[in-house]
């Protein structure tokens, strides 16, 4: 008599499901590495942020606060100081909301973009306007997204505020599970394509856009605003 062994106890089965083991322990580990690498990146991001921005303003303030002990115009530089400690502390606060898990969506993110938005806009008789439809809201976005559309809105905010001349800006985010389209647009003097000035940041916009595999689209004709236009495919 020849008693055959069943299939779970043949050489072939055995191989494969060593074969198997060992492909789910990569796969886990790559993971994990990837993983390990998009937290390095927001860790980075957040340094220079903390250096460039953070560190600049403060440095600022320390500036102010020596002028006005040195100089008779106290009032202006402790004016200018305040509002330096004000920018770095907003600046600040941006940050510890990047890293907080529970405010990953589109939500939090608009709500973020109002809250700094709307009392700048106010000071200059801006009216500002945030659109974003239920479906939208409720989609989640990256650390590093998030971070990112919040600086590129800022910037675009404050390039309408500064430079526009304008009477409304308004904010409008659309997201699905695999997309996502921001556009900031002013009805402000706008400019002729290739002659904006360098100071307007419209190249920091394009290279953040870049940091998050995103396209960027500034449009703008003179006397018809400007519409800066941020969209990615998540699966691309």
Not at 17 to 45: K, M, N, P, S, T
Not at 84 to 108: F, H, K, P
Not at 124 to 151: G, M, P, W, Y
Not at 203 to 218: D, L, V
Request: with cysteine; net charge positive.
């Amino acid at each position: 008599l020849f008693f055959l062994p069943k299939w779970y106890q043949t050489v072939w089965f055995r191989l494969a499901l060593f074969v198997a083991i060992a492909a789910i322990v990569y796969v886990a580990y790559r993971y994990r590495e990837r993983q390990r690498d998009i937290q390095h990146q927001i860790r980075e991001g957040i340094a220079r942020d903390l250096h460039d921005d953070i560190g600049s303003t403060l440095n600022s303030a320390k500036v102010f606060t020596h002028l006005a002990q040195r100089e008779n115009e106290k009032e202006k530089y402790l004016q200018q100081a305040g509002e330096s400690i004000m920018q770095a502390s907003a600046g600040l606060r941006d940050m510890i909301w990047v890293l907080d898990d529970s405010l990953d969506t589109v939500e939090e993110l608009l709500e973020r973009i109002k809250k700094f938005a709307i009392p700048v806009a106010s000071a200059r008789h801006i009216k500002f306007v945030c659109l974003a439809d239920e479906h939208s809201r409720s989609q989640l976005l990256t650390k590093n997204e998030k971070r990112t559309l919040l600086l590129i809105a800022k910037e675009a905010i404050n390039n309408s505020i500064k430079h526009a001349g304008c009477r409304k800006i308004s904010v409008c985010m659309e997201a699905e599970i695999d997309s996502f389209r921001l556009q900031i647009s002013d009805d402000g003097r706008g400019f002729m394509p290739g002659s904006h000035p360098e100071g307007h940041g419209l190249k920091n916009i394009i290279n953040r856009a870049r940091q998050i595999h995103s396209a960027a689209e500034i449009c703008s004709q003179p006397n018809k605003g400007t519409h800066i236009t941020i969209w990615k495919k998540k699966n691309h």
